[in-house]
RNA sequence: GCCCUCGUAGCUCAGCAGGAUAGAGCAAUCGCCUCCUAAGCGAUAGGUCACAGGUUCGACUCCUGUCGAGGGCACCA
């Protein structure tokens, strides 16, 4: 409808242009917006406002200019200027009428578009280390991402779902080394575990796992693991140091291949949880990228090398530096370690020319709010490798704080004390955690109540919404069971019939959705569908509140039934993309 | 110290590229089920949009500064 209204505004704009009452430069698409209040009519436009210098004329002389050369249509039921200079338009009803019809053919369509034109976007997110399972910090991104790829796929892009698997690193071979020291407790040695070690209980299923099947095949005796490592933390040392002397030990006594074997296991298990947990969560992916690919494929090594013959590389103090300053990062950063090992860093310039070369249009990566500083330097290597850093997007996410019983939850993956996405699934539901996720900006600081989303009360939105659809949903039952006959063919229906204020309310949040789901894509803000949802619910709610539809009356019995029907399917459509269930019956 | 994000009703948040009288939901108070699911609806009350300047016909929205909250400033990943 809004696109309509654009169309008819630009025409008129350059019939006046061609009258050279206003310069043809001045010339542009039209800003076309709802009114707030229903007074104002249905649009408006500020155009003859914006123009009005360049007119040399008052905005008022020149809407009315504009009016005048508006084409004819049976879409509007009047337009009229207000205020300083706005011109308002009123639809006609039978523009609202069949918009039913329309929904009810489009069906699951309705609400998509081309926008996209097929260009090619890649989404990256969740993308946690594979060091213990995921936390309800990675839910908010994984809903957000997910919804943000789902709704840029509904607006016509060919999206593509990636998770950046961290599986070389330092942080993996403290992985490793704790699995095994829990192993070696298993097999009945005394230690003392490492302040800097992974403490979860995962850690003791996946060295229990290793115990069980390969029996004291990787024991090893634990003075001979401990002596002569840097004291830890609490006995006065460094942890940093004594953890990196434990690694080095694990590799030395076990060997490459035992070590290795300690490592995969580890790195499968937990991938394989990460996985499964989030395909429950209703996220998939198109592809997980292994960071240690890139190493083997010499992907990273061609990266240092581009910014090398680029004379972007400098030593000092025997590491590789990049220099990012002069692309505006505020220090230059080390790519190759004076030890000769890559830095994390450098595989990320490797990974992000990668996914630019494999000829995305656009590259979204979506963050945790603490890796924001990362996006400078990320935007430099691109920058100083030649490539067009305006193509990658960096979506940063707040962290969720868990409230329960109004109190704040703390957290932390190394201590093993944090809330899973798991729990929180099993506790509130995926319905409700995606929708509480995606319902706020994702630059917001966001509280998430458990017991709120947990209460299946008029509190809840989620519920909210869902209600909606099962109440149309029970309407039918109702006519089915009371064998009350209704026309079934949408454009057979006298909507004329429609007359009430509620159902003009209904009729007019239809017609956003389109536009609803089109700014929601293009701004990546899923909370506006959700805003949007719990209006029309709303309106629904409303309505059914105050008519039956059920009526003896058929002929306005069959416009009830097949308005509340196209509410169910925009219903139905919205709680899809956030990835939410419409149920039948609550 | 420097950088990023945020600061709207008692609480949690909207306010879409500046536009016509600041919006919801909780919570509070008062109403509505012999009637298609009351997980619902209606009504009342509640705000110098952190503060101070500036930009203009017009600022919650843009710019600068101050204050406050969170996060980031590794040869960790």
Redesign the pocket.
Known sequence: MKKQIEQLVMTALQQLAAKGVIPQAAVS?P?I?????S???DF?T?AA??LAKAARTNPRELAQLLLDELPTTDLLDHCDI???G?I?FTLTSTAYHRLIPAILNLNHRYGRSDLGNGKRVQVEFVSA?PTGPLHVGHGRGAAYGSVVADLLEAVGFEVHREYYV?D?????DILATSIWLRYLELCDETLTFPANGYRGDYVWDIAATLHRDHGEAYKQDVTSVFEGVAEDEPDGGDKEAHIDGLIERAKQLLGDNRYRFVFELGLNIILDDIRDDLSLFGVNYDEWYS?RSLTESGAVNQAIERLRNNNQLYE????LWFRSTDFGD??D??VV???G?T???ASDIAYHMDKLERGFDRVIDVWG??????IPRVKAALTALGDDPSRLDVL?V??AILYRGGEKLQMSTRSGQFVTLRELRKEVGADAARFFYV???C?????F?LD?AKS??????V??V??AH??I???F??AAEQQIPFEDDPSAVDYGRLSEPHEQALLTSLAKYP?TVE?SAL?E?P??LT?YL??L??DF??Y???????VEDSALRDARLQLILATRQVLRNGLNLLGVSA????
Do not use: I, W
């Open positions: 698409r800003k917006e709802r009114t707030r209040d007074k104002h009519g408006a500020n406002m914006v207000a205020g300083p706005f308002n280390n961290n070389a690193g330092r942080q993996m960071e000092k103090e025997g590491a505020e220090k950063r080390v370690r004076d030890n090992q830095t994390y860093f709010a603490d890796h924001h500083g990362y940063l707040q962290f319902m706020r900006k630059e917001q600081h966001m509280d109540d709120l299946q009360s008029s509190d809840n939105p519920y909210y869902q209600y099962a109440r949903c029970s309407v039952q109702q536009e700014s701004s803000e909370h506006q805003h719990r209006e619910a709303n709610h409303t059914y509140n105050t008519h039956k539809f059920l149920p039948e019956k609550m």
